[in-house]
């Protein structure tokens, strides 16, 4: 037993592999896959940080631009403007700020008709500065974003395109100074 030698017998033809459970397999999945990809479509509205930096400055230095910072507050959005060119007096003139129309919508056309105004003295203008509230919701602030970065050319035909209003938004985050006030004691 141990000293013979075993034979294995071997064909000419290999034998065949069934590979019809795999494509059977690939069959199935496929439509799963395509059907399952319909359901995520990823919108991206760029965007970037406030960053300080002592020896820069991103207010431009031209008379032909104003940085815009928007403050989304609970009742009101508004709106002002920086630049090393104008006056305080000139920024407080191009400043405005735009309550709530009806119950809880912002006044978006208002806004947007202001900052084509701006954008037509200033066209170099391109940098805005949004600063929301806490509690402002993600849909609210898309249609804020929406209505300050583009505007459509033709409100009538929307194949007529859009033109751009500030599309470079930055987020930051509005610091409110409390005032503390000290107990005083009475003097009777």
């Known amino acids: 037993m141990f000293g013979k030698k075993r034979r294995f017998h ?14 059977n397999l690939f069959m199935v999945l496929i439509p799963f896959l395509l059907l399952g990809a319909a359901f995520y479509q990823v919108g991206v509205i760029p965007t970037s940080t406030a960053t300080h ?26 709106v002002t403007f920086a630049s ?24 978006l056309e208002g806004l947007q008709r202001h ?14 500065t949004v600063l929301p509230h806490d509690g402002l919701d993600y849909q609210s602030l898309v249609e804020v974003l929406d209505a300050c970065r583009e505007y459509p ?25 409390e005032v503390e006030v000290a107990d005083t004691p009475d003097e009777n």
């Open 53 to 78: 930096d002592p020896s820069a400055s991103d207010i431009p230095e031209t008379p032909t631009t104003v940085a815009a910072n928007l403050v989304i507050e609970p009742d009101a959005i508004t």
């Open 153 to 177: 050319v033709d409100p009538e035909n929307p194949e007529a395109g859009h033109e751009e209003l500030f599309p470079v938004t930055v987020f930051s985050k509005l610091l409110r100074a």
């Open 115 to 128: 900052l084509r105004d701006i954008k037509e003295k200033y066209p170099q203008s391109t940098t805005m």
């Open 84 to 107: 090393t060119s104008l006056s305080e007096e000139e920024l407080a003139e191009i400043a405005g700020r735009f309550p709530h129309e009806s119950g809880e919508d912002f006044n």
């Open 10 to 23: 071997s064909s000419s033809e290999p034998d065949d592999l069934n590979v019809i459970p795999v494509m």
